[in-house]
């Protein structure tokens, strides 16, 4: 026997291989080996399709239940991220501490202005103690804003989106499709890797508002 020839998957004794895709010889035991592992195979292929058939399922049945609220609670996840990366390396925006644990923080709170939760003008980078522990200090967030941006900035912030934002008629469908852009502006984000100038973080803001479509 040629010292060339492979070695049986299973006996190891060299034999000449005429099938590319036969690791083993011809010997029955070796091929009743063989048929073994390849009917193990075709079961755990199966069995991966079938679980991928009830996971699809399951997924398809989860999505009827969902509510538009359960939709835009989805959306904000990334609309919230987005906001924290233009800020990356920023201090709180209500207390100007360094941060190990970040929030995306609303100015006008969604319970308060439902209309401008996606807005990134009224998302900016904040600690969770200020965020959640101190109900947004909304003190401090007008004073860090007036500080980096100027009054005619904050004024905007504070009073002029309010009164230039139409209420929000959002479809479902429209929610999906902001979520797409979103997740894929998180992902240009992240790639990029920057921290930002105040300047850059507005003008960032403005443009992310614009791609995502839902202020105008």
């Known amino acids: 026997m040629n010292n060339n020839n492979p070695r049986c998957r299973s006996c190891k004794e060299r034999f000449n291989k005429t099938d590319l895709s036969n690791p083993y010889c011809s010997k029955s035991?070796?091929?009743?080996?063989?048929?073994e592992i390849l009917i193990e195979k075709q079961y755990k292929k199966a069995i991966a399709n079938l679980?991928?058939?009830?996971?699809?399922?399951?997924?398809?049945?989860?999505?009827?239940?969902?509510?538009?609220?359960d939709y835009e609670k989805e959306l904000?996840?990334?609309?919230?991220?987005?906001a924290r990366l233009i800020d990356k390396g920023s201090t709180c925006m209500m207390c100007k501490c360094n941060m190990k644990r970040t929030n995306g923080c609303h100015h006008h709170s969604v319970g308060?202005?439902?209309?401008?939760?996606?807005?990134?003008?009224?998302?900016?980078?904040?600690?969770?103690s200020c965020n959640s522990e101190k109900g947004?200090?909304?003190?401090?967030?007008?004073?860090?804003?007036?500080?980096?941006?100027?009054?005619?900035?904050?004024?905007?912030?504070?009073?002029?989106?309010?009164?230039?934002?139409?209420?929000?008629?959002?479809?479902?469908?429209?929610?999906?499709q902001a979520k797409i852009i979103a997740?894929?502006?998180?992902?240009?984000?992240?790639k990029i890797n920057k921290e930002y100038t105040p300047i850059e973080r507005w003008e960032l803001r403005q443009k992310y508002n614009l791609q995502i479509g839902i202020y105008h």
């Open 29 to 35: 035991e070796c091929q009743q080996i063989r048929t």
């Open 51 to 69: 679980n991928k058939i009830k996971k699809d399922k399951k997924k398809a049945s989860k999505e009827k239940l969902k509510t538009k609220s």
């Open 76 to 82: 904000q996840t990334p609309i919230n991220k987005i």
């Open 112 to 128: 308060s202005n439902p209309t401008l939760r996606f807005n990134l003008f009224n998302i900016w980078i904040g600690c969770h």
């Open 136 to 176: 947004g200090n909304i003190n401090g967030y007008d004073s860090v804003l007036i500080e980096l941006y100027g009054r005619e900035k904050w004024e905007y912030i504070k009073f002029d989106i309010i009164r230039e934002t139409q209420p929000l008629h959002l479809a479902i469908e429209d929610l999906k």
């Open 183 to 190: 997740n894929r502006i998180v992902r240009e984000l992240t």
